[in-house]
Structures are given as structure tokens and as C-alpha cells.
T-cell receptor
Framework: SQQGEEDPQALSIQEGENATMNCSYK?????LQWYRQNSGRGLVHLIL?????REKHSGRLRVTLDTSKKSSSLLITASRAADTASYFC???????????FGTGTQLKVEL | DGGITQSPKYLFRKEGQNVTLSCEQNLNHDAMYWYRQDPGQGLRLIYY???????QKGDIAEGYSVSREKKESFPLTVTSAQKNPTAFYLC??????????FGPGTRLTVL
């Protein structure tokens, strides 16, 4: 079963707008990661947030983590057409090496 | 250039045939992973290896086999026992199990 579930499944916005996607998970974690996948390609790591962190920034990305609600959000500010991709959250239940991925949010940024 | 490579990019197989997908990395990572991705879905772990000459089953290992004779290489064999092998296969590697670095993927189609 999927540990992480992203919401929404699909999101369509205009260039320049902000995009927010959410991830919920079920068991305790050491960290939560966000990855991006362009159509037909491998995944690219975006950002990792540890369980003792509440917020982390990287360029136009902002990630929050609420361990009490077992949820995380990824915010992409000032979106660009090149941000069009699928975004996945991933966790390692119990802090092991195995990552469990959610089903992803498909983001489309239109000109 | 450091990185992780997969070959071939596209692979076609007749029913009843075994095929082997290649994954090579020169990142000096100890851990390597194989995932399967079906259309519109997240990634599901097939096998992973934390060290040379050792590997463990993931969530959907049936019909697949792997070997880890060298640190750089983690080939995946899709056997005829895999009932629905058509999918996108992704290989990844990591140092300590945190951030995973992905290859470009192999798309396998069974004819």
C-alpha cells in the first residue's frame, strides 16, 4: 500500500501563479522527500525535510512538515511552464532505506 | 560525468522470454534500487541492495530477479513468470538511504 498520498491528483495553473500540493503519510518517519518527474523520464530529487524540521526552502520551493498531522506540503512560487511535471512525496517508514512513494500530483503550468 | 545509467531506453519482448535490464552507477553509492511504474501511478519497489553480494525483496518481487556482483552494477531480470511485465522500470542509487538518484528509465513492452 502507498505510504504517501498526494493531493490533488492533478493541478492546472497559469504561469506566475503559486502551486501547492500536499502529501499525507501513515507511519512515523525520519524524513520526507519530494521528487519531480518529467514525462517519460527518471525522478529528480527536489528537497528533503527531516522530522525535526518544520519548514525548508530551496529557490522557489518551500516545503512544510507537520508530524502531528502526518502531512507535508510543497509550494512552488511564481510557477513557470517548465515546472510542468509530476511531483511525488516519498518517505522511509521506520527510518529504513526503503522509500515508499505516493501516487503523485500532475502539475500543468500554462502560458 | 558522474551518474546512473540504464539501458536500453526501450525494450520489446515476446511473451515467455526473459529479459535483463541494465543499471550502472559511478557515484560510488552502496545502495541500489529497482522500481516499477505503471501509467499514472507512483513507484513500487521491486528489489534493493544495500551492499555488494546482498539484496532484498521489495513489495513486488515476484517474477523478477537481481544480482549485485559489483558495486557499480545492479541488473534486473524480468522473467517469464512475471504476469504483467509491461511497465516503466527505474533504477536508483543512494549513499545512506536518504536521497536517491534515479536513472532515465527503461520502458519494457511485451508483445
Amino acid at each position: 500500500s502507498q505510504q504517501g498520498e498526494e493531493d490533488p491528483q492533478a493541478l492546472s495553473i497559469q504561469e506566475g501563479e503559486n502551486a501547492t500540493m500536499n502529501c499525507s503519510y501513515k507511519t512515523s518517519i525520519n524524513n520526507l522527500q519530494w521528487y519531480r518527474q518529467n514525462s517519460g523520464r527518471g525522478l529528480v530529487h527536489l528537497i528533503l525535510i527531516r522530522s525535526n524540521e518544520r519548514e525548508k526552502h530551496s529557490g522557489r520551493l518551500r516545503v512544510t512538515l507537520d508530524t502531528s498531522k502526518k502531512s507535508s506540503s510543497l509550494l512552488i512560487t511564481a510557477s513557470r511552464a517548465a515546472d510542468t511535471a509530476s511531483y511525488f512525496c516519498a518517505t522511509a517508514p521506520g527510518g529504513g532505506n526503503k522509500l515508499t512513494f505516493g501516487t503523485g500530483t500532475q502539475l500543468k503550468v500554462e502560458l | 560525468d558522474g551518474g546512473i545509467t540504464q539501458s536500453p531506453k526501450y525494450l520489446f519482448r515476446k511473451e515467455g522470454q526473459n529479459v535483463t535490464l541494465s543499471c550502472e552507477q559511478n557515484l560510488n553509492h552502496d545502495a541500489m534500487y529497482w522500481y516499477r511504474q505503471d501509467p499514472g501511478q507512483g513507484l513500487r519497489l521491486i528489489y534493493y541492495s544495500q551492499i555488494v553480494n546482498d539484496f532484498q525483496k521489495g513489495d513486488i518481487a515476484e517474477g523478477y530477479s537481481v544480482s549485485r556482483e559489483k558495486k557499480e552494477s545492479f541488473p534486473l531480470t524480468v522473467t517469464s513468470a512475471q504476469k504483467n511485465p509491461t511497465a516503466f522500470y527505474l533504477c536508483a542509487s543512494s549513499i545512506r538511504g536518504d536521497t536517491q538518484y534515479f536513472g532515465p528509465g527503461t520502458r519494457l513492452t511485451v508483445l
